[in-house]
Every structure is written in structure tokens, then in C-alpha cells.
């Protein structure tokens, strides 16, 4: 997720920034990139970390769910000589996008990129009023679908569970009031109508509305789910030797990497309370220091990179573990599908 989760463009120098790889060279070396190998970046934005990639020699196959990233990068793909794929797919089909032989590296940078923000017609950030969209996709449910139609019990739990939003109950029923009057349209209209209710006190670092429009974008394009599930996807699709890097920028998304990695290290089976029944073999090992966090120097020229967070494993040989999500403990929100117009 983007630095200041969505609350508008980033800038460096006095001027608005376009998407920069965070943690570039961290990840570079997590991946140990070689020529002839065939790597999949599951987020390819604007192309920073697959550029990285293809100048190392490796073959790439880029994947994103938003259409507009996948038009963006056509002139990478004709530069690259035949050695850049893109595929308009979530990152959690990622498998089936893989070669029959396995892949030898796969990347994530989970969240928004800055590119998104910036565009107002994407309704992702407050301080640029816009439709209230956030779809990453252009398809499906909208935010304002969501902030319409939604119980004001799903719309607490949507903002305390995935914003981490204090007020949620507060904002959720002034939401319902306002709603009754007038349906929410845009983004503006949202974060006027919360900062009124929880307004700005001067020790605020943030505004008043981030929390919850982090909260509707997670929740519109199901990040937490669509992470799970492409860390499984990942453990199937990965060769022996291949290597998974991720890169998160919120601590909900942190802790799904980290449960996977420590599920996936081969430590006893069964619970703590109970005799262990046997030992697993491990999928994988740890790559380099268990977290690596952007340095200073890069978080000045890079906002975005304040709240970053690297892990990185690397495939044995051993069989994938069981596709069960219970090992990431996702909250048990409202059903997104129920939602739409």
C-alpha cells in the first residue's frame, strides 16, 4: 500500500512522482536474477522492478489486474526483444501463467502505486476529487457501491478491521445518515463528510479520511485475499531453487507474508497445546535477513518507501504444502459480491 495509504500524490523536489521501484536493489539481490531464467512480476505498475530484471538478462513474465498498466508497458515489451510477457491477470492466477518447468523467481509489490493515486478518475485518493472508485481492475464493485449499500455493521468492520480506523462506528453511522439523503458519488463527498465527523486535531499526522479510504480499497479489490492466495499460488508455481520477494507497505499485508513464510519453514504440525505429531519438511528457506526495511536515505527521495517491508524465501524441493487459507486468519468481512448495482 501506498505511503500515507492513499492520501494523494507524492512529491519530491516541489514536483509530483511518478512511480518508483521501492527497495529496487534489495530486491534485485533477493532474486539473484541470471540470464536464461524466467522470472514473474506478479505487480508490474509501471515496469520499475521488471526494467531491473530484464537488464540482468532474465526472461520476465509481468502480470496486473489493471488493464491501464498492461496498455502502458506495450513499449517495454517491443524493446525488450521478445523476453517480456504481459498478461492482464490478478496476481493470484499467478500459476497459470507459469511454465510447464516452473518458474526461477517470482516478485509482488502489494498496493496501490502512485501512478493510481495520481490519476483522479480512479477516485483512490481524497485529496483529488474524483468518482469514488478504487477498482483496480476498472471492473466490479465500486467504492461507492460499497460506502451505499453496505450494512452499517459491515461498514465498522470494513473500517476497524482493514483501516484500523478507531471511529469506524462513528464515520459508519454518519455514512448512513448522509446516504439516506443523498448517494455518495465521489471522493471528495466521502472525506468532507469524515473529516467532519472526526475532525483533524493538530498532532494528526494524517488526515481524518485515510484510514477509511485504505479500508474501501482493500476491500474493494480484496487485497488480503488476493495476497493469500498468491502466496499459494507462488509455492506451486516457483522451481526448486526459485525465489519469492515481497514487498508490503501496511502491517496487515506484513503479517500474511510473515504467518506464510513461518508456516511454510517446516516447524512441527499441530498446535502448541498438543504432543507434535510430526515434523514437515520445509518449502521454503529464508533469503537474507527475515525483513528488510528501505533505508533513510531512499524514504527522503521516495515517500512511498517509509513503510516498506522486503521478505524473501527460496523453493526446496519439497511438496507444496495444502492450499489453506486458515493459516493467514483474513478477517471475516461482508461478502463483496453482494454489493454491486
Keep these: 500500500m501506498a505511503a500515507d495509504l492513499g492520501g494523494g500524490s507524492f512529491e519530491a523536489d516541489g514536483g509530483p512522482v511518478r512511480h518508483i521501484p521501492v527497495l529496487l536493489s534489495e530486491v534485485i539481490q533477493a532474486l539473484a536474477p541470471k540470464r536464461g531464467q524466467t522470472i514473474l512480476d506478479g505487480t508490474f505498475g509501471a515496469g520499475g522492478y521488471t526494467s531491473a530484471i530484464l537488464a540482468e538478462g532474465a526472461n520476465v513474465i509481468g502480470l496486473d489486474r489493471d488493464p491501464n498498466a498492461i496498455a502502458g508497458g506495450q513499449d517495454l515489451v517491443k524493446a525488450s526483444g521478445g523476453r517480456l510477457t504481459l498478461i492482464h491477470s490478478r496476481f493470484?492466477?499467478?500459476?497459470?501463467?507459469?511454465?510447464?518447468?516452473?518458474?526461477?523467481g517470482i516478485v509482488l509489490d502489494i498496493g496501490v502505486s502512485s501512478m493510481q493515486i495520481d490519476e483522479a478518475e480512479r477516485g483512490f485518493s481524497f485529496q483529488k476529487n474524483g468518482p469514488l472508485d478504487m477498482r483496480m481492475s476498472a471492473s466490479g464493485v465500486s467504492a461507492a457501491d460499497v460506502v451505499n449499500r453496505a450494512k452499517v455493521s459491515d461498514l465498522i468492520?470494513?473500517?476497524?478491521?482493514?483501516?484500523e480506523e478507531k471511529q469506524a462506528g462513528r464515520i459508519a453511522r454518519a455514512i448512513e445518515r448522509e446516504r439516506a439523503k443523498e448517494p455518495f458519488t465521489t471522493t471528495r463527498q466521502l472525506a468532507n463528510l469524515i473529516e467532519l465527523t472526526t475532525p483533524r486535531k493538530a498532532k494528526d499526522k494524517i488526515h481524518p479520511a485515510t484510514r477509511v479510504f485504505q479500508a474501501l480499497r482493500v476491500f474493494v479489490n480484496d487485497e488480503l485475499g488476493e495476497l493469500a492466495q498468491a502466496l499459494l499460488a507462488a509455492e506451486r508455481a516457483l522451481k526448486p531453487g526459485g525465489r519469492l520477494?515481497?514487498?508490503?507497505?501496511?502491517?496487515?499485508?506484513?503479517?500474511?507474508?510473515?504467518?506464510?513464510?513461518?508456516?511454510?519453514?517446516?516447524?512441527?504440525?499441530?498446535?502448541?497445546?498438543?504432543?507434535q505429531v510430526h515434523d514437515r519438511a520445509a518449502t521454503f528457506t529464508p533469503v537474507g535477513r527475515p525483513m528488510v526495511a528501505a533505508s533513510d536515505e531512499e524514504s527522503v527521495v521516495n515517500p512511498r518507501a517509509r513503510s516498506a517491508k522486503l521478505r524473501a524465501g527460496e523453493r526446496t524441493s519439497a511438496p507444496a504444502g495444502t492450499d489453506d487459507l486458515s493459516i493467514f486468519n483474513l478477517p471475516n468481512l461482508a461478502a463483496l459480491e453482494k454489493m454491486g448495482s
Excluded at 157 to 163: A, D, E, P, V
Excluded at 261 to 270: L, S
Design 245 to 275: 520477494v515481497i514487498v508490503s507497505f501496511h502491517s496487515l499485508e506484513d503479517r500474511i507474508v510473515k504467518k506464510f513464510f513461518q508456516d511454510r519453514a517446516g516447524k512441527a504440525a499441530g498446535s502448541r497445546h498438543l504432543p
Design 157 to 163: 468492520r470494513i473500517f476497524g478491521f482493514l483501516g
Design 92 to 104: 493470484s492466477e499467478l500459476a497459470e501463467h507459469a511454465p510447464a518447468g516452473g518458474l526461477d
